[in-house]
């Protein structure tokens, strides 16, 4: 049917021409005629206007999606390689007072990881320590991470060659922003000892809201020749021996926001590799630790780090030197607060004592307290003074001093 605004319209243009043309009306028929054939014209000139809409709207889809891959591109890189490698690394310049009286760049870490897909990544470090690698020299190349990374499902996920032990707080995030006091504690390094890294399997993941685990079985420590001395049982994957393996399991609770405790169990049926002397010495580790945080005012928070671990090892010579047990611990208050936009500073003290001859009846405990300042003037870039004041069981090796250090990461 002819819509009424239509047909009302073509009459009015007819009756128009009619009276210009007042000589040459139309009949009825005539004007059906007209009326007629204007409705095809509209009818023609909106089915041009229908397909000229959905070109227009097709072509608009078009450059919408073409926008769209110019915008990823431009996020992603121009190939895949830029668009899944990620950079980035860790350094700390320190200068250490009393005895000591030096100043070192302990450590330039490059971090590189790759993601393959959604589903598996890549993860690296590259770490240069004492700036100076050469003969006589103190300095060191290592490889301190080298591992690929698979999701097994959501909460589940895999990870195969080299990595960190997961035990304690600093062997798993020892960045320098990361933690209080220039050095890292001393119970962290000789009793756990961190870093260390092992070649292994490692399977991580959430069991259910509050808690998390890692399973890893991997190369273990090898003390034959070192007197049991844990620190320098590690071989850092360097034509390490491997036979006997190592298992190392960790429990994570997090039911509180601010509030983690975790505690780690590592068993290894043999600490010196089947050497000849203590065949099959076997040593456990057990470790607990709790990092909480809680915020105390809008700039202002508290933070507490507490520490226990110790070996129990099997062996005739182990039990001779007293190194058949060797524990530490260490308890660490902090307060930190906003002084500034993107700037903070926090205080700390932290009392530590370790023991790497705990199993004789020699007096053989060291004990450190120290007290100090970070300040961030980025959350990724630190400046740190502490001062240590030591109570060893051997004197001799007390050193009394300041440090300062500078550290970042990105």
Known sequence: MVKTGTAALT?????????????????????????????????????????????IAENREKIDATGDMLEQVSQKGSSSQSAHTTVGGYAELHYNGGKADQIDL?????FLSHEFSDKIRFFSEFE?????????????VEVEQAFVEMDLNDRNKLSVGLQLIPVGILNDTHEPPTFYGVERNQVEKNIIP??????GVRLSGDLGENFGYDFMIHSGLDTSGQGYKIRKGRNNVSEAPWKNSAFTARLSWH?????KIAASFQYQDDITQSSLVDKNASATLF???TDSKRAISEKGSIALRALFAQWNIQGYSARMSGRNIQRGWYVEPSYKITIDAGQTIGFFSRYSQWDNEAGDNINSTSRRTSIGVNYWPHENVV????????????????????????????
């Open 383 to 410: 400046v740190k003074l502490d001062y240590q004041i030591d109570n060893f069981a051997k004197s001799g090796a007390e050193d009394n001093r300041i440090n300062l250090g500078l550290g970042l990461q990105f």
């Open 11 to 55: 009459i009015a243009m007819v009756f128009t021409s009619s009276s210009v043309f007042a000589d040459q009306i139309p009949s009825k028929q005539e004007m059906w005629k007209i009326i007629l054939q204007q409705q095809k014209q509209i009818k023609r000139l909106e089915d041009i206007a229908g397909i000229s809409n959905k070109k």
């Open 128 to 140: 240069v320590e004492h700036n100076t690698v050469e003969e006589g020299a103190a300095g060191a």
């Open 255 to 259: 039911g509180i926001p601010g509030i």
């Open 106 to 110: 302990h450590r330039f870490v490059v």
């Open 287 to 289: 470790e607990i630790h």
């Open 194 to 199: 961190t870093t260390w890294w092992e070649a």
